[in-house]
């Protein structure tokens, strides 16, 4: 299944072909007003007006109401809603503050099924064996462990390379063939960009 789940910098035109959507505090707005009904509403909801949050209430199947004081962030907690055979995508978690950016991309490490997107990045994590399409010029990978690295179909290959953690040496990599293969030994954060 085919899952969006929605945070607050979300546009109208990323929200089109998906089976369910989780709006997240303020996301859960951004789908309200594209009249998108939910499949669940999560948040604190810190960041929407009692005028806006009646309008959440009536676009979604489910509310689940967090407390503003908690261990995991809204999208955090929406995530744990999601199963590893859904196919996960994260809108409008980009783009707004660095940490909450930053937490976004930690939490693909513990929900590998999930993906960040928006108009010019795609972000994942790869573990194992991934083959990358040409969809998006440049590709950068950022281990966060040591990990043993080949990359075949880019600019700059590498075959069986020690990176170590939060090593940058594949900042930018530009995807050359028609498909790009990337094995790594361990977990990794990719980021493909236009």
Not at 131 to 158: A, H, R
Request: charged share 20%; glycine share 4%; hydrophobic share 40%.
């Amino acid at each position: 299944m085919k899952i969006a789940i929605v945070a607050s910098l979300a546009q109208p035109h990323e929200l089109i072909g998906y089976d369910r959507y989780i709006g997240c505090d303020y996301g859960a707005y951004v789908c309200a007003q594209a009249n998108i009904m939910m499949q669940v509403a999560v948040g604190d909801f810190d960041s929407v007006t009692s005028e806006q949050f009646e309008i959440i209430k009536k676009h979604s199947f489910e509310v689940i109401t967090l407390p503003q004081d908690k261990d995991v962030s809204d999208t955090e907690f929406a995530l744990s809603l999601t199963s590893s055979d859904d196919e996960v995508v994260i809108i409008g978690g980009l783009g707004g503050r660095i940490d909450h950016e930053w937490s976004n991309m930690l939490c693909l490490l513990r929900y590998p099924h999930a993906k960040l997107v928006n108009d010019h990045n795609v972000i994942c994590v790869v573990d194992k064996k991934m083959n990358i399409k040409k969809d998006k010029q440049y590709m950068s990978l950022f281990p966060m462990s040591e990990t043993l690295v080949t990359l075949q179909g880019v600019k700059y290959p590498l075959q069986n390379k020690t990176l170590h953690a939060f090593d940058t040496l594949c900042l930018s990599n530009e995807i050359v063939d028609d498909c790009a293969i990337i094995e790594v030994s361990q977990p990794c954060i990719m980021i493909l960009s236009e």
